[in-house]
Every structure is written in C-alpha cells, then in structure tokens.
C-alpha cells in the first residue's frame, strides 16, 4: 500500500511552482477585492477559505474561494448589495452571477474559478445567519490541526474520493465534501486508518469528534435517517456528512473494503471510459434489448445545485407515470452539460397487453360508486370480480400499449416535473430511441455519459 | 323483496312427492345399514343428518348423510374398519371409498348422492375424537329450533349462496356450509333481516348466537385473522365460518348491498355462462392481448378437498417461480372436472428483454462473495453497482427470455408443486397456448369454464 500511496502523492501534490502560482493570484485577488472596497466604501474584510488556503488542494484543483467579511451590524439586503458590487467591480464585468443562498460571484482568473463570496463575521459558529458563515470557523479549526504531514494524508483521501466517484458534496454527486475528508483525517490520524476503519462501517455509523454528545445513540436520534454521522467540531447540531447519500456511503465503504485487500493505483486513477460509435451503440443496445429513450432538450438557465434536484425530480415523475400505466423501468438517468440536457429512460417492455386490471376499494368500504362507473363501460373486458384480499376489481381495455406514445403525452403534460426544467421541455425537446441518440454524439460529453451508461460499473471494476 | 323470495321459494322447495321419495330411500338405507350392522356383528346405530335431516334441503340437492354411530369405547382402528366394512355390505360393492379425516364411504342410490360415514357418539360436543363426531351435536340444535317458517328462510339463504357462487365450505368454494347458513338465519330471523345485516358487515365481524364471550373483542383475539367468525353454539372454540376466505365473505356482503337496493331473481337463478366456439375464443383473446397458457393434464386419483389445495398449490409455485424470471402473471384459475385438471397462467407479457438487474447484499453486509460471483461472468452486461439503497447489483444476460420455455421447464422441474399434482402432471401433460385450447373443447365443462374466464364477472351482474 505504502507504494502506491507514494506514486499517487507525486501525482496530486502541488508542485513548488503550482504553490508559488496560486499565492501570486490569491495575493492580487485579495488586493484587488481589498482596494474595491475602498473604491466603493464598504468596510469588509478579504479572507482566503477553502482547501487553497489549508494546504489540502490536490494539483488539478483549481478553486479558490475568497470571503467577503461583514460585521454583523451591516443587515442581510446590505451585505448582499455591497457584495456584489465589490465582487462585480473586481470582476471588471468578467464574472457571471450564481446564486446560492447568498448571491456569489464566479469568475474565471488566470486559469482558476474564482467565487467571491460575502458573508458575516460571526464569532460563535451556533449563532450564524447564514450557512456562508460557518467556514471561516471550519477554516481556523482545520488549519490549527493539519500538519504537514496531515495534508498529504488529506490529499489521499480527496483523490480517492475522486477516483471512486463520491468526491463533492453538491446534489449530483451527493458525497463528501473537502471539509468533510479533513475531518475524517483528523479524526482516523492517517488515509490508511480511515480506509481501515470505513471499511467495517455499519450503517448509521457516527464520528463525534469533540465528543459532544456522550453516546453514539444521541447523535443518532438528532440525525436520524442519515446513513453517515460526522458531528461538526464547530456546531454540535450540525452534520457534516448530511450531503452523503447511501448509495454514495455505500460505494466508498465497498471501494475501502477492496482497497485493504487489494491495494493499486486505478482506485485514484480509474481507467476513464471509452467512448463508443453508432455501430458499438447499436450492438449494445441490441444486447440489452430493452427499450431505451432519450429526452433530450436545452437546459434552464441554472446552477447545477439547481437543476440536478430538478433533473431528478422530473425522471422521478415520468418513471411514475410510467409505472402507473404498467411500463416496468429497468434503469434511467439524467444527465447535463454546457448547453444539452437528458433524461434517459430504459425500459424493460416496450408493448403491453390490451387487458388491464383496475383495483377498487375493498367491499367493506362501499363499492357501488366505482362499480358504477365501469359496470357499463365498452372498454370492460371482465368484471366486477373481487380478488382474495376482497377488493373489487374490473379487466379493461387499455387505451396506450406503446411506451412511446404514453411517455411523449407525460412530457407534454410535465406533471409533478421539476419547475424550470418542466418550462425547458415546454419549449421543445426530442424524443430519441435505440440508437437514434447517436444524433446527439457530436456532443462529447452526451457520448461519454451514454458509452458509460450501457455498461456501467464502479470506475475501479472498470 | 317479498315477490321475488315467494317466486324463488316456488322454484327451490321441496314438493311433497320429493319429500316421500327422499322419506322412502332414507328409510331403506337406514334399515340397510341396521342390517349389516347386525349380519357383521357390529354394535353401532344409524342415523340420518344433514339438511336432509331437517327440512332445510334444497329441491335440486340430492345428498343423503347417514351416519353409523359407534360407542367410545370402541378404538380409532376399529371404528374404521367395522364403519367400512358395514358401508361396503350396504354399497354392495358399488360405491366407492373416499377419505376425509376418517375414510367414509359415497355411493350413489336411486339418484341420490350417499355418504355412509362412521362417527363416535359423544355426549359432550368439547370433547369429540374426530370433526365428525360435532355433526349429530349441530343437527340436534338446529333441528330444536327451526320452525317450518325458518326452514324456508334457510332455502332462501342457500340458494342465494348458491346463485352468487359462495355455497359450500369445501375448498374449491371457501364459502359458507349449509350448518353456517342455518345459524345465520336464526340469529337474524330471516333471509331479509341477514342480508340487511350483512350489507353492513365490517371486516372481521363476529357472531356469537350463544353469547359465550363477554364482548367482540375476546373470539377477535381467539380466531385471529379469520374474516368472519360464528361462534359455534355446541362449541364455543371453533368458528363455524373458518372456511370462509375473505373473498368468497366479500362478495356476498356485495350481493347483500345489491340485493337490497335492488332485488331480483338474477341473485338466486343468475344466468348460465354462454359457451363459446373457437372463433369467439380467438377473438376474445386478441382483445386481451395479453399471452394465454394451459396446462391440462389427467388429475391424481383425490377428492376434491385433496385435490383443489394441492392445485392452488402448484398454480402458486408456478407463479412464483414466473415472477422470479420476471414474467408478470395478469390472472391464473384452476380447474378440474372428471378425468381432466387445467392451470390457466395468463402473462401480460410473454417476452422479456435479455439485459436483467441481479439484486445482491448491502455492501455494509459484506458484497465480496457477491461480487466474485457475478464480476468476471460471460453474460454480465454492467457492475458491479450500487443502487440507492446501498445494495449491490449486476446487470447480467437472462438465459430465458420466453415465457414459453421457461413456463415448461418449471413444469419439468416441479418444484413446490402438489404431490399428487406433481406426479400427475410428471406422468404426461399438454401445455396448450393460446387458442390451442380448443383441442379440448370436447370436454364441455372445461369449454364453460374457459369461456367464463375469459369474461368473468360476478355471476349477478352475468
């Protein structure tokens, strides 16, 4: 392990030259955003956060968050007006605006994202106005812990994390933020004892750090239901793994597991996917022989931590209907990039029969009313009957048996879709089948996601 | 209400030739099995029960059971042997032996149908050797307390059962006996004052005509689960409705709600299913769409009560097996009649695609094996993943993808089948699809019992 720990220290680690680099433009940023303020009369402080500022950036990282820090007498309409203005005039209009909680500012700058960020300089962590607030404390409690020594172990874990797939802790990927893999270095001493430890987590597992609460079973009823417990050191209410999702816990439990007992370099570094052609496609598809559609359509105009949630939610719904109307989904999901969107939807049957059953109410409850209004129907194949669990049902005809004509009504109809999105497919969209969505391979990105979708696996399997 | 039940009465009621005739032949038998009870040496007496017994018999029912009634002193082995031996003397070797809990013997006479069953006289009905022994217990409190006027009530009641289809508790029916018939009828004084009770049955509702229980609450507890308990009156601990499935309960409070909005024949006298010809046939399957498979085959030598369980059984194990591989049973049925057994497996849909999800542990259980199993395999499509859940799973190559084939191989294999079902359809079975049910149309109940599956309503709203 200790080998292949070396040869991925050398590969993520910044180089002297990366370091010098980053102090130049962290140092012009933070004079620039200082003489804003100046400019503009606003009395704030500038203060580098994040990984740039504890020494647990990996190489390829290119973020830096600079604060914008307001005294708490300066109120919430204030601090976002002069913010901004700070934030746009040291952007020269070169950023673009995102929202948040608060309203922030990206820009790009000599090869890096910038955020400029405006928050409160709040001295106790539980009284924070908004969640901005909260870093400057998880800043000065990590930086006062890490060793040198400390950060490199965090760079492991961060590249790890990468590697498998769990690394961030926004909605599309829901696992561990850089904070987050700080603490759990802090907490296990080293990346090897955490891949140790993580390894025999058992569900609901709970790190408390501080030792806030006395038991594990505290903490456990405060954050109930979510699958990783990691107490903040700097608020006791707060949980620091509230993002990790199961399914993303469960992957890097099973990617430490295998780790232990086999360790190599594609954990950090998988082998990326190959992007395949229409004749590959087709092959696949026909392997598969399920039914595959893509809905394809131009994204709102939102950040990702935006439009992922509603990506979701609109799969959600027309897997749904879908259900509803007896089309069984064997897989799906959705997926967006620059200025494309895509729900994919496979099904496993494509054709139902005419016949449907249509459960009523049990007898007990009274069922002349929905007996009434199939009694008659023409399209009543069989019934009334009542079934063992001595609910009344009907055979009817069913009026859609083709997936495709049922799914291009649920999207013209956009019931229970996310809301921007739902207006997005309002405005147009393509319906593609098999291998149709080949039209959209000039997309690169659209062709590594579908390529990985047809055969997926855990990125260290691959 | 009133015209109806006086016209069903002039159709159901015993005339007075059937009266004499049925006088006559009860007369013969009794004396018959008196005599070879003497002849054999055999110290047993007989006596006549049942709805014959009481003047509750319908005009169409032609049932005669007499029981020999043993002493107690006699042995278990005994008892059977000198009961069949006195039965087969007074069948004369033309009946045949059936077995229940104790072997009786039925024969047919002068156009009736006779049980010669031997039983123990116990005084005290808690205290019976055999279910048998409560029948003379059950006769002598009804017989008590019907009067001419409630042994009409109790024709109505029957054949109202009869025409909705829930009449008899053996098992192919799961319905309500002739004994349970007659103490719903002198707990609620007549056929109107019991379907107007019963409109309004909740589920699990009690009846408890000898108040042996303080409340409702206690036979709940007692016969838990059971959708409608009547507290015997000769035994406080058995519920004479135990046979009734809360289907066959369901739709007759169904019926009761619909007779008594709107009374009419069709109830007692509903119409007769309307055989259909091949051509029909082909037709009604196309409008369901749906793919319609038969497995007819030559039934093991049972009665009935052994017969039909050992059916629903292999219709449920077949069942299974097909929603394990992924075929979605639409609606099964069994049947059996004379020489010829049927099990009727409709799928909505006969092909499934190759590309199948293979579900295996959580990773915090440990997925190793799991995945070694699954990870190298020539018909893996994609994985290992891990779904939302925090499950493992593969997307493998189904080896069946026909309905068909994978139907006949569980036919082959048997598994969890009726025995005797098992053996039978092990020596030999056709599996029909589709319309090729029609070779069999020459067994005419088969041909009825198809043609009302395929349209099946209850049979008051025929």
Known sequence: ?????????????????????????????????????RKLGVHARAALVGSAARGTWLRTEKDIDIFMLFPETVSKDELERQGLAVAREVAERKGKERFAEHPYLTMNYNGFQVDLVPAYEVSDPGMIKSAVDRTPHHQEYVKKRLTAELE???????????????????????????????????????????????????????????????????PRAVFTGEPLVVVDPVDRNRNVASAVSLKSLSEFILACQDFVRAPRLG?????????????????????????????????????????????RRTERAILGRMAQ????????????????AVILIELAVSKLPKAQARLGPPVALGAEKFIGDHAGSKSKLAGPLVDEGGRVFFELERKETDARRSLSR?????????????????????????????KLFGNRGLREFISDYLSRSLPWYR
């Open 410 to 438: 649920f999207l013209e109809e956009g019931t229970g879709f996310g809301k921007d999105v739902s207006g997005a497919i309002g405005k147009g969209h393509q319906l593609l089948e098999g291998a149709e969505v080949a």
């Open 152 to 218: 490199e172990q965090v760079l492991l874990v961060k590249q790890f994390m990468q590697g498998i797939g769990v690394y961030g802790s926004e909605y599309r990927t829901r696992g561990f933020s850089g904070y987050l893999c700080e603490l759990l270095v802090l907490h296990h001493g080293s990346f090897k004892g955490l891949v140790q430890a993580a390894a025999g987590w058992p569900p609901g597992a709970v790190i408390d750090i501080e030792k806030f609460y006395p038991s594990e079973l505290e």
């Open 267 to 311: 954990f950090f570094f998988p082998r990326p996917v190959k992007p395949i052609g229409p004749g590959d496609l087709r092959a696949r598809l026909k392997k598969r022989g399920t039914r595959f559609f893509c809905v394809a359509f131009r994204p709102p105009d939102a950040v990702e931590d935006v439009l992922f949630p509603q990506l």
């Open 325 to 340: 109307s007896g089309f069984q989904v064997f897989r799906s999901d959705v997926w967006s990039e620059g200025g494309l």
């Open 1 to 37: 392990m200790e080998a292949v720990l070396k040869e991925v220290l050398r590969k993520v680690k910044p180089r002297s030259g990366d370091a010098a680099k980053l102090s130049k433009v962290v140092g012009e940023l933070i004079e620039s955003v200082e003489g804003a303020c």
